[in-house]
């Protein structure tokens, strides 16, 4: 999958839905949430072959998206300013603007 | 549906246990041991590879075994899937073990095995 360029800070995503039985390291409570980037922090060995023993290129950009509680989990009861920051490959995101 | 180890927003029957895993020497030695094959000079495997084979044990084993002896049956997994132990080699090298220490009054039982 082309990445297509890079995400820019502020930009909103929605994670893909996807639900694949290979090894990936997207947390099942994100697919389909829409949050911000945060930040890219660059270009990372692709985990996703890395787990069958390739040695995990070419490198994907990785970056940290913010997630509202309040949007992923109806019943959250800390502050409503709270938001999670999670480490996304870019394959993952697609964007909504 | 979530793999068992993606556990994240699952509802839990308890609080969740926050203490940290007793690093008592079984966690050392395992510890060491994927070090040692992953780290070094031998490089039997990357960290992805490793953490496949723990997300991968069979789900009731997944949900019972204590952190350490994840890592061991992952481990296992991984080197035999990979050719490098068989299944045969560790439960022959294992019944050697619990042979001597059995001839060893006073000594530990083998518990994780």
């Known amino acids: 999958m082309n990445a297509g360029p890079e995400l820019r800070a502020g930009q909103r995503v929605r994670v893909r839905p996807w639900e694949p039985k290979t090894y990936n390291r997207t947390p099942a409570y994100l697919r389909g949430r829409e949050g911000t980037v945060h930040l890219c922090l660059g270009k990372f060995l692709d985990q996703e072959k890395q787990g069958y023993g390739n040695p995990g290129l070419p490198r994907r950009r990785l970056y940290q998206v913010r997630f509202p509680q309040t949007a992923l989990w109806t019943d959250y009861r800390g502050p409503r300013g709270d938001s999670v920051i999670v480490d996304l490959f870019e394959h993952w995101l697609e964007p909504l603007e | ?113």
Do not use: C
Request: net charge positive; proline share 7%.
């Open chain 2, 1 to 113: 549906m979530p793999a068992v180890h993606d556990l994240g927003g699952k509802p839990t029957p308890a609080p969740i246990d926050r203490k940290a895993e007793d690093v008592n020497f079984f966690a050392r030695r395992v510890t060491a041991l994927v070090t040692m094959l992953r780290d070094t000079r031998l490089r039997a495997f990357q960290t992805d590879e490793f953490r496949r084979s723990i997300e991968g044990l069979p789900p009731e084993q997944y949900l019972s075994l204590s952190y350490y002896e994840k890592w061991i049956q992952g481990l296992r997994r991984l080197l035999v899937s990979k050719g490098v132990l068989t299944d045969e080699e560790i439960e022959a090298r294992v019944r050697e073990v619990e042979a001597r220490l059995a001839a060893k009054p006073g000594a530990p039982k083998g518990k994780n095995r």
